[in-house]
């Protein structure tokens, strides 16, 4: 038992690590060409931080764990929007919010958690399934690129010749996340086992936690170093990248079964927490300790909800 708890830890303290070096090192690659920080912030960062969810997507569905990715995923956005979100201001202090952009994106990430919860009501995720969520997450993204803030912050220059020596060591951490997110899993499956609790729930609470610290880390640095848009566009990202690609990540290599019942509950909690967080920080305009502890209250009344029979 204690074997597991220890692998589980160190699996989530090497993704954890490897993850932040990756995002570090693609957000300078794509400064190298010029790419704007909220556009950084909603493609690369968050993919960069969503890498455990899409790693441990890919594993548990070729494990034919199919809960432990749902949850993780669907556990994440509920995490990221509400707990992660709602801190930010309370480590960072005060920050504008951009309305339409935000509640634009939002609803995306709204759609996507009801087209899942659609997807996983007969149990399955198939490779049709993954490709449909999959191909969400591109369109997604690419109608945010218009609401873009082009001209809102500079684009730190980095020295082009840097460029390759970025992508390799992008690469090489992603590697590590690999390793980590496997030794994750495993530990996971065992400690469900072991504690007779049910796969979803132990990932919907446990895992997502685990999981998006990444963004917390991330977020709070680039706020603490003016960068909003690269911070907002990261979390808000994070969440649509969670409630598509990362779902559909693991079913698109391998099919899998998943528990209808809870994937549709926690994607129904998950949709309406997420509109009342983005609406928010929309109406204020800005995202302040009133906001964030707001958020907060959400965080632990989702979980309370989801608990309650």
Known sequence: MLVWIAIAIAGVALTLMASRKAV????????GLSIPPFLIGITLVSIGTDIPEIANSIIAS???????????????????????????????????????????????????????????????????????????????????????PQLSEPVLPVPSNRNALNAFLVLSFLSLVGVGAGAFIKALIELSSAFGVHEYMISFFGASLGTSLPELFVDIT????????????????????????????????????????????????????????????????????????????????????????
């Open 24 to 31: 570090h090192y693609a957000s300078d690659l794509a400064a």
């Open 62 to 148: 070729a494990a034919g764990h199919g809960d432990l990715n749902v949850g993780d995923s669907i556990g994440s956005v509920m995490t990221q929007i509400t707990l992660v979100f709602g801190l930010l201001p309370f480590f960072a202090g005060t920050f504008s919010i951009h309305r339409r952009r935000t509640l634009m994106i939002g609803s995306f990430i709204i759609i996507s958690l009801g087209l899942g919860a659609i997807l996983v009501a007969d149990g399955y995720l198939s490779r049709l399934d993954a490709a449909i969520l999959i191909i969400a997450w591109a369109g997604f993204t690419a109608l945010s690129w218009h609401f873009a």
């Open 222 to 309: 680039a706020l603490k170093r003016g960068k909003r848009d690269l911070a907002v566009g990261g979390i808000i990202g994070a969440c649509l990248v969670d409630s598509t690609l990362s779902i559909g990540a693991g079913p698109f290599i391998t099919p899998v079964a998943v528990t209808a019942s809870l994937s549709i509950k926690g994607a129904i909690i998950a949709i309406v927490f997420t509109a009342m967080a983005i609406l928010a920080v929309s109406l204020w305009k800005k995202h302040n300790r009133w906001t964030g502890a707001f958020m907060l209250l959400l965080y632990a009344m989702g979980y309370v909800i989801f608990i309650a029979r």
